[in-house]
């Protein structure tokens, strides 16, 4: 099918039709698709794209999926393209917000399917956060879209909630580096974790502490982690803790960090 936007028409209705599969006495309906395609509720593109229904076996691969494809749009127009991405979401939503056991689907909150206009919540879409992370680190995103296409997971909304991390490459290959288990193919044990300490989420809070005095866009991976409190240091690996100490004199500037690092807090 062609890539092609939703006019207001088009994402009213589908919203309607988000609310309506909430109503526990609702019988279920089958999926809109028309609304893609009609011009009263749908609007072309000036980009000739075609996509296809793939299963995903993730959300990293529907990324990968659709970066090579959308290259040819007008980045700066699609972006905060409201009817482009909820097209979008509505063409994958079989995968987004699949049919349980019961023949029921339950969706998340309107935003992660119909872009929210408010961009402080644009985070919350399921296809366009995917796709700019993506688009600008490969897999070196993979830790966070590695879940199956219709689950958000805690490290997804941890480190996209902070939306100026998408321009912090350090940053990005920091929270890779210590959360990215290659052994399993997925996010270290315990990294999603919302109370314990050194956690994905406490990355974020003590990131936005250090954003006061450092320049994050600017840091390299290494001196992110350099950077971060012991409470890191269990998702570390053990032969790197050994030679960051010996790195670290205690009469450096550095050193002097080191030491303070325990005393950050959220």
Excluded at 211 to 234: A, G, H, I, K, M
């Amino acid at each position: 099918m062609k890539l092609r936007r939703l006019n207001r028409q088009g994402i009213k209705k589908f919203e309607e039709y988000l609310d309506r599969l909430r109503n526990p006495g609702q019988k279920q309906e089958p999926l809109p698709l028309r609304l893609l395609d009609d011009p009263e509720t749908s609007e072309a593109l000036p980009w000739d794209v075609e996509l296809e229904q793939k299963n995903f076996q993730n959300r990293y691969e529907l990324g990968r999926y659709l970066v090579p494809l959308l290259e040819q749009c007008d980045q700066r127009k699609i972006n905060f393209d409201q009817g482009l991405w909820t097209w979008l979401a509505l063409f994958f939503f079989d995968q987004l917000c699949p049919e349980g056991p019961d023949g029921k689907r339950k969706p998340d909150a309107n935003e992660n399917y119909i872009l929210n206009p408010d961009r402080r919540r644009q985070y919350r879409h399921a296809v366009r956060t995917t796709f700019l992370f993506v688009r600008e680190y490969g897999e070196d995103v993979f830790f966070m879209f590695c879940s199956p296409a219709h689950k958000r997971g805690q490290i997804t909304e941890d480190i996209s909630a902070r939306q100026y991390f998408l321009g912090c490459r350090g940053v990005i290959e920091a929270a890779g580096h210590l959360y990215y288990d290659p052994l399993r193919n997925s996010p270290k044990r315990g990294a999603a974790a919302k109370y314990r300490s050194g956690t994905v989420r406490r990355f974020g809070i003590v990131l936005k502490q250090f954003e006061r005095t450092y320049d994050l866009f600017s840091l390299s991976r290494q001196q992110v982690l350099e950077l971060l409190p012991r409470e890191f240091d269990r998702f570390r690996v053990e032969e790197e803790m050994k030679e960051e100490e010996k790195k670290r004199p205690p009469s450096s500037f550095l050193g002097r960090i080191f030491r303070r690092r325990t005393s950050v807090t959220g």
